[in-house]
């Protein structure tokens, strides 16, 4: 194993063993123990994606309607709001640590605009 995949394999662990990932877990293990809930919540996160990266075909109005409804009914379940702000700093935490190493590395990448 290279030191790299070593270093690699050590960020995971500390990732696992962190706060945020250790959140994460128990509030998706939460939102499993209601029949369904799981997969109204990633109806609402699939209905989410879909808006912010489609560009075609897409009545932006109705969508953004129907992603309002939907949030406002499962938001008022503690479980699904626990969930979505672990996954948010779940989220965040490794945005960070890509941003590091991206701003770390020196890559000689044109100018594509």
Do not use: W
């Amino acid at each position: 194993m290279s030191f790299i995949d070593t270093c690699t394999e050590m960020l995971i662990s500390a990732i696992k063993n962190g706060n945020s990932y250790r959140q994460y877990c128990a509030a998706l293990e939460e939102i499993k123990k209601t029949p369904g809930l799981k997969e109204q919540v990633d109806e609402l996160r699939r209905l989410n994606y879909q808006i912010q990266n489609q560009s075609t075909d897409i009545n932006l109005d109705t969508d953004l309607e129907n992603l309002d409804e939907k949030m406002e009914k499962l938001c008022r379940i503690v479980e699904v709001n626990q969930f979505l702000d672990a996954e948010m700093a779940l989220c965040r935490q490794l945005q960070e640590i890509s941003a590091a190493v991206h701003q770390g590395i020196y890559l000689d990448i044109p100018d594509l605009s």
